[in-house]
């Protein structure tokens, strides 16, 4: 199986910066893509950014040029970049993995807060 642990979630201040981190173990062999996902009270889950196996990014409109999303595979972890961050941005911040072993898969990390506030 694949484990995801997420990190670096805080608060910062309107137009600050924040880099999240996901470290990954396990059968990543087996992974095919990786994303960021954010939750708020109340409304469902929504993909920030994803990455493929062969580096192919892609982002939510809203994230679209202020977040970043990179992998260093000697260090098996991802990691999103988030600049000018605005109060819209507060949320629990999910790393995601799917991809095939046996079968299919889809795994979450646990969960880190961003708060943008002043």
């Known amino acids: 199986q694949v484990q995801l642990v997420e990190s670096g979630g805080g608060l910062v201040q309107p137009g600050g910066t924040l880099r999240l981190s996901c470290a990954y173990s396990?059968?990543?062999?087996?992974?095919?893509?990786m994303g960021w996902y954010r939750q708020v009270p109340g409304k469902e889950r929504e993909l920030v950014a994803g990455i493929t196996r062969d580096g192919r990014t892609s982002y939510a409109d809203s994230a679209k040029g202020r977040f970043t999303i990179s992998r260093d595979n000697a260090k098996n972890t991802l990691y999103l970049q988030m600049n000018s961050l605005k109060s819209e941005d507060t949320a629990v911040y999910y790393c995601?993995?799917?991809?095939?072993?046996?079968?299919?898969?889809?795994?979450w990390g646990q969960g880190t807060l961003v708060t943008v506030s002043a």
């Open positions: 396990g059968s990543i062999f087996g992974i095919n893509v």
């Open positions: 995601n993995a799917r991809g095939v072993l046996a079968e299919k898969f889809e795994v």
